[in-house]
T-cell receptor, first 114, second 111 residues
Framework: DGGITQSPKYLFRKEGQNVTLSCEQN?????MYWYRQDPGQGLRLIYY???????QKGDIAEGYSVSREKKESFPLTVTSAQKNPTAFYLC?????????????FGEGSRLTVL | GENVEQHPSTLSVQEGDSAVIKCTYS??????FPWYKQELGKRPQLIID?????GEKKDQRIAVTLNKTAKHFSLHITETQPEDSAVYFC??????????FGTGTRLLVSP
């Protein structure tokens, strides 16, 4: 069953702790993306990667880091430098170019910082 | 870079009515315009998309129109049903550029 899997679904952390969100896809997609979703602000791009071992900052990359060591995996680390990390995080994947087809989303990870 | 504005932020209609959501974009190089539907607690899913070489596309009860001169595109849902209730996002991108999303429209269809 092909798809994109995010874990964990819910995560609670204390302030000052780094947190890593997992994203795995078996769709053989080259491109992977991390979005942050806040009420009334739509989907904002954090980081994206179009190929293994390469990634670019999106619009709100400060306080986040990523890696792309395997085609299937694109983990996101929310560092203590992120001033307001409580949010819903969505991972997505697409073919080599996003505008040649559909962006497939994971089910999301809701991070709450206490 | 691209900027996408979406209106209205909320839309309430009666079952059977039509619903229209409008988006404007800033980058004249944008050539791909998808619409995503996100039901409560679920992932966004593509419902329809349009490319700049056409002005309108239909899929059953949903349609999208594009006006490249005015740089705006719209989602039209006819004969709305309660299961159409969701948040709808428009987006735009130019070739080789990242997708930029609008802020979303919460559609509520009342029986």
């Amino acid at each position: 069953d092909g798809g994109i899997t995010q874990s964990p679904k819910y995560l609670f952390r204390k302030e000052g702790q780094n947190v890593t969100l997992s994203c795995e896809q078996n769709l053989n997609h080259d491109a992977m993306y991390w979005y942050r979703q806040d009420p009334g602000q739509g989907l904002r791009l954090i980081y994206y990667s179009q190929i293994v071992n390469d990634f670019q900052k999106g619009d709100i990359a400060e306080g986040y880091s990523v890696s792309r060591e395997k085609k299937e995996s694109f983990p996101l680390t929310v560092t203590s430098a992120q001033k307001n990390p409580t949010a819903f995080y969505l991972c997505a994947s697409a073919g080599r170019e996003v505008n040649v087809g559909e962006l497939f989303f994971g089910e999301g990870s809701r991070l709450t910082v206490l | 870079g691209e900027n996408v504005e979406q209106h209205p932020s909320t839309l309430s209609v009666q079952e059977g009515d039509s619903a229209v959501i409008k988006c404007t974009y800033s980058d004249s190089a944008s050539n791909y315009f998808p619409w995503y539907k996100q039901e409560l607690g679920k992932r966004p899913q593509l419902i329809i998309d349009i490319r700049s070489n056409v002005g309108e596309k239909k899929d059953q009860r949903i349609a999208v129109t594009l006006n490249k001169t005015a740089k705006h595109f719209s989602l039209h849902i006819t004969e709305t049903q309660p299961e159409d209730s969701a948040v709808y996002f428009c987006a735009a991108s130019a070739r080789f550029q990242k997708l930029v999303f609008g802020t979303g429209t919460r559609l509520l269809v009342s029986p």
